[in-house]
């Protein structure tokens, strides 16, 4: 790994450029020799020097239980995807205190709080559980927003399309499962 993070930093060199070590994070898996098991090492240190001014510093490195994004996805120590429920509950607690109609909070959560989370649930690794519970919390929001807490109202009625009379809403947990078997298609199909 030193061998790489070298050749790494001489390339960038070349270029003008040099490593962020505040950016730069490590995980090292390492084998325990008794048990034959993995586990993460925090004690593996890195040390690159920045050729500009001649200081050494080391690549902070992560713990089992530290979380790390990585092309806009929150992966944990295990390398699992990270989803974080309160987070999401802030992120609908918010468009529900907007203050804006109820049309428009409902439009606000299909346009933009959708497609936003349907990025966190387009790989085949990610919980689909996870998925069905983001749904009822965007359900109960969207009953609440349309004061019809108490109204037995079909779940159905949330992701049947707009032109048909229904909200137009995206399941989530529909969409993690088709996602995860279009991504593990496309990873059986490739070589």
Known sequence: ????????CDFLAESGMSLNTEKC?????????RSRKTFVNPAAKFIISDWKTGV????????????????????DGEGKIHIDVEEIRSMVK?????????????ALIRSHLLPRLQFLFSTAEVDSRRAWLIDSIIRGCVKEILHSVKAGMCTDFFYIPSRDGGMGLTSLGEFSLFGRQKALAKMAGSS
Do not use: N, Y
Request: hydrophobic share 40%.
């Open 94 to 106: 918010s468009v529900k205190s907007a203050p804006l109609k109820p049309e428009q909070k409902v």
């Open 25 to 33: 994070r490590t995980l090292c898996i390492s084998r325990s020799p």
């Open 1 to 8: 790994m030193k061998i790489l993070l070298k050749a790494a």
């Open 56 to 75: 050494s510093s080391e690549i902070p490195s992560l713990c089992a239980t530290d979380t790390f994004r990585f092309l806009g996805h929150t992966f």
